[in-house]
């Protein structure tokens, strides 16, 4: 497997504009969470997963930014309209059930200007 | 979830083991113990988890006091690569629990 697999790896926008995160966890993997990482801040929990249906989002800063996880497969991030404060790495991690381990995908490195 | 204490920073000369440790006083019985680190600029890297027996692995060995109010990650041979910001976390083991990381202890391998 190749892991999990997050884009783009690196995203320059506009403040105000939409942007979108993209994860594709381990196959098989039934967990799924959506970290953001500053200097600041640290590693947050932003939202998990479990299913394909959202546990906690209470880590979600406020109503700019939403998850989806439409499937197994796949999940995205939203941040409309986006900040220079988003500006962040953002990182997407999945576990298998029952799991004793998280797989963390390289991370997107958002900059908002 | 208990919370940990763990020291901001450390250093280990290359080829010494390396002991991190973490402290988790509200540790509860069926909480676990896990280590992950991160390596500058990639995601987090799971290393180890106990509950209370100590562990060992290819990576890593994990020493937990008896009383399982503190814990030790020893590298037994640190080395440059080791270089990294080392997370210990306590959390339930069961279906789906989220995962939450504090400030971690940044450890500086040196030549």
């Known amino acids: 497997d190749a892991g999990v697999i997050q884009s783009p790896r690196h995203e320059v926008t506009e403040m105000g504009q939409e942007v979108t995160l993209r994860c594709k966890p381990i196959?098989?993997?039934?967990?799924l969470f959506w970290y953001r990482q500053t200097m600041m801040r640290g590693l947050e929990l932003l939202i998990y997963f479990n299913n394909n249906v959202p546990i906690d989002d209470s880590g979600m800063p406020e109503d700019r930014f939403s998850a989806k996880m439409p499937n197994a497969s796949f999940s995205t991030l939203k941040i409309q309209p986006s900040e220079p404060r988003d500006s962040a790495v953002y990182f997407c991690?999945?576990?298998?059930?029952?799991?004793?381990?998280?797989?963390f995908g390289q991370g997107t490195r958002l900059t908002v200007v | 979830d208990a919370k940990t204490t763990q020291p901001p920073s450390m250093d280990c000369a290359e080829g010494r083991a390396a002991n991190l440790p973490c402290n988790h006083s509200t540790i509860s019985g069926n909480e676990y113990v896990y280590w992950y680190r991160q390596i500058h600029s990639q995601g987090p890297q799971y290393i180890i988890h106990g509950l209370k027996n100590n562990e060992t692995n290819e990576m890593a060995s994990l020493i937990i006091t008896e009383d399982r109010k503190s814990s030790t990650l020893i590298l037994p041979h640190a080395t440059l690569r080791d270089t990294a910001v080392y997370y210990c976390i306590v959390r339930l083991m069961e279906y789906g629990n989220k995962l939450v990381f504090g400030a971690g202890t940044i450890l500086r391998v040196k030549s």
């Open positions: 991690a999945s576990s298998p059930r029952g799991y004793t381990e998280a797989f």
């Open positions: 196959s098989g993997h039934n967990s």
